[in-house]
């Protein structure tokens, strides 16, 4: 089954404490990305990668980092997590960049204390 | 200040009634798309109109894409409970793909 897959679905942190949500895609896409989505925002891009070791900042990519060390993977991190990124995240994937269809994770829901 | 302005934000109304939602820009697509984003999933695309005026259906679903593919609406027929959820709109320009804030739909039975 195609399928993006993240974890956790669901986390509890607090303030400082380095955290990964990892995202992974069984369709060889070449795109990923990284989504927050928070009330009355919408999903707002973190950050995206066109390939392997290719990656760019979105809209709101403070206090994230990413890596594509292999196509299928597309970690996120929170190297010191704040309160302000409680949210929820999505990861999706695609097979053209801007006009495909994306295909989402089903969300890890981020609590920073 | 969001790119794409979705409205209504909420809309409830009972099952066998239409609706419609809305999504709006000053900006120009090449390509806008709406998903359906049910609770505790990620969202899932229902359909990507390309061509100014186009118009698609899906079942009770009607698409439209304005003639300057700056705005497009969401038109349900006879709604149904099953068509509950978050309704959003993404438009494509050359470099990246912006969602609206979504709607957010309730049929009630």
């Known amino acids: 089954e195609a399928q993006v897959t993240q974890n956790p679905r669901y986390l509890i942190t607090v303030t400082g404490k380095k955290l990964t949500v990892t995202c992974s895609q069984n369709?060889?896409?070449?795109?990923m990305s990284w989504y927050r989505q928070d009330p009355g925002l919408g999903l707002r891009q973190i950050y995206y990668?066109?390939?392997?070791?290719?990656?760019d900042k979105g809209d709101v990519p403070e206090g994230y980092k990413v890596s594509r060390k292999e196509k299928r993977n597309f970690p996120l991190i929170l190297e010191s997590p704040s309160p302000n990124q409680t949210s929820l995240y999505f990861c999706?994937?695609?097979?053209?960049?801007?006009?495909?269809?994306?295909?989402f994770g089903e969300g890890s829901r981020l609590t920073v204390l | 200040t969001q790119l794409l302005e979705q409205s209504p934000q909420f809309l409830s109304i009972q099952e066998g009634e239409n609706l419609t939602v809305y999504c709006n820009s000053s900006?120009?697509?090449?390509?806008l798309q709406w998903y359906r984003q049910e609770p505790g999933e990620g969202p899932v695309l229902l359909v990507t109109?390309?061509?100014?005026?186009e118009v698609k259906k899906l079942k009770r679903l009607t698409f439209q894409f304005g003639d300057a593919r700056k705005d497009s609406s969401l038109h349900i027929t006879a709604a149904q409970p099953g068509d509950t959820g978050l309704y959003l709109c993404?438009?494509?320009?050359?470099?990246?793909?912006?969602f609206g804030a979504g709607t957010t739909v309730t049929v009630r039975a």
């Open positions: 369709m060889n896409h070449e795109y």
């Open positions: 109109v390309v061509t100014g005026g």
């Open positions: 993404a438009g494509a320009d050359d470099y990246k793909l912006s």
């Open positions: 999706a994937s695609s097979l053209l960049r801007v006009t495909g269809e994306l295909f």
């Open positions: 990668s066109m390939n392997v070791e290719v990656t």
């Open positions: 900006s120009v697509f090449s390509s």
